[in-house]
């Protein structure tokens, strides 16, 4: 029997991908730090940090995110939670959340970026409040077809004007209650709560 050092091949943790849609239209906007992105991009940031120091050997949690207002971009590819440096959000334009869905569900159906060794996908939507695209058709799509349909789903109403039914939509099917965002702590109780459902 000749010695084969390929057999010694350490096992690869596995990914646990986690996408996050933020709104960041214009009535995300506000002055300074206590505006609704401002605390929106801390929560994340602290939520991260969070994943970071979480990470077991046999799971890396990896985190992309989407951001949707004046256009709808993948302000991060999936990236280790340990290595995340996220871009400052910047709020302005509409609420596209359909294109954002429609994104989101091609990223989760294309192997190569979301494969199928990986743990379920975690995908938490957050916005203040209605979409301004055609988004039933592409939250039907993502919930009831595909890769996408087996994601568990989180979401997060911002402040009064958000669109609970769109958001409760989003939701239906999971075990999961719309949670509401009054202020700054109760955002960063959301993330909280997120990262102990991820690293339980």
């Not at 590819?77 to 429609?102: H, I």
């Not at 939250?139 to 997060?156: E, L, P, T, V």
């Not at 669109?163 to 949670?179: A, I, Q, Y």
Request: proline share 5%; charged share 25%.
């Amino acid at each position: 029997m000749a010695f084969d050092p390929s057999k010694y091949t350490v096992a690869k943790a596995k990914p646990l991908p986690v996408v996050l849609l933020l709104d960041t239209s214009s009535s995300m906007g506000g002055e300074g730090e206590q505006s609704k992105i401002a605390e929106l991009e801390n929560a994340v940031k602290e939520m991260i940090k969070d994943f970071a120091h979480e990470e077991q050997l046999e799971t890396e949690i990896q985190v992309a995110v989407i951001t949707f207002g004046a256009e709808v971009k993948l302000a991060l590819p999936y990236t280790n939670a340990s290595k995340v440096q996220l871009t400052k959000l910047e709020a302005n334009g509409m609420t596209p959340m359909g294109t954002a869905l429609r994104m989101a569900k091609d990223m989760i159906e294309d192997k190569e970026t979301t494969p199928g060794r990986a743990y379920r996908p975690l995908v938490i939507l957050c916005s203040d409040g209605a979409p301004n695209d055609s988004w039933e058709q592409p939250m039907d799509a993502f919930i009831k077809d595909g890769r996408s349909s087996k994601c568990d789903r989180m979401a997060m109403a911002i402040g009064r004007d958000a669109n609970e039914d769109v958001l409760k939509r989003f939701l239906s099917g999971t075990e999961n209650p719309l949670f509401y965002a009054k202020d700054a702590s109760s955002m960063h109780k959301f993330f909280k709560f997120v990262t102990m459902s991820v690293t339980s």
